[in-house]
């Protein structure tokens, strides 16, 4: 995707010009995937722009606090939830996720998050990319902890992460009582093997469904069918 100061969907807008983060293919995949049924309260941890937060408003009723610790982010998804048709039910708050934790346990239905995934690398030059990215901030063991604490009984942990990192994310998140009950295995074409999973966790363990998807065709022509369905409601050409 193009990093332009704005990305246009049908039904709202995203100016990004203050957040490291600019729209991306992970973000607008979590928000088109992470089920939404029977769900009235959703947290966003880590919101960026606000594009998931926005996204899931369009797909539910749900009121939904998004979470951000950079406050020039934070101020910028603000503006862009502001000047969305769902701004009564959208809510931006810059903060980080544990000292959130501390005054909302057992909130949400749903909580989701693409989070930051690098661990033990070489930093961006530029502060707040770095803390976009990389998960000093945010290591799993406190994202998948306070979670735990912040969700509801029957609540869910929605997130998508790089192939390399699911599996220690998994046993992270069952040893704070979240156990995988979906998940979806992200090609870039069936050529690839999956560079990115879409994962959903429960506290109580139960059938695990698991499919994939490709983004591309073989060839590199088009978007897959099964891509554009699950984000047609969102993207301009499809």
Not at 10 to 37: H, P, Y
Not at 71 to 86: F, L, M, R, T, V
Request: proline share 3%.
């Amino acid at each position: 995707m193009a990093k332009n100061n704005w990305f246009q969907f049908k039904q709202f807008r995203i100016n990004q010009q203050q957040s490291a983060m600019k729209v991306g293919t992970d973000g607008v995949l979590l928000g088109a995937w992470a089920g939404v049924s029977q769900v009235s309260t959703i947290l966003d941890i880590g919101t960026g722009t606000g594009v998931i937060a926005l996204m899931l408003a369009q797909r539910s009723n749900a009121r939904i606090t998004a979470i951000e610790i950079e406050k020039n982010a934070a101020g910028e998804a603000a503006e862009n939830a502001a000047n969305s048709p769902w701004s009564e039910r959208v809510s931006v708050l810059n903060t980080s996720l544990q000292d959130f934790v501390k005054t909302n346990p057992g909130t949400f239905d749903l909580i989701v998050s693409n989070p930051p995934f690098f661990t033990n690398s070489q930093k961006s030059k530029c502060n707040y990319l770095a803390m976009a990215k990389h998960n000093y901030l945010l290591p799993y063991g406190d994202l998948v902890g306070c979670s735990a604490r912040l969700l509801a009984s029957g609540g869910r942990l929605a997130v998508i992460l790089p192939a390399l990192s699911a599996n220690e994310f998994a046993k992270t998140a069952e040893t704070a009582g979240l156990f995988l009950i979906r998940q979806t295995q992200v090609r870039p074409d069936s050529f690839k093997r999956p560079h990115r999973f879409l994962m959903e966790f429960a506290k109580n363990t139960g059938k695990r469904t698991v499919d994939s998807m490709n983004i591309h065709t073989d060839d590199g022509s088009d978007f897959t069918e099964d891509y554009k369905n699950l984000t047609r409601a969102f993207y301009l050409n499809f």
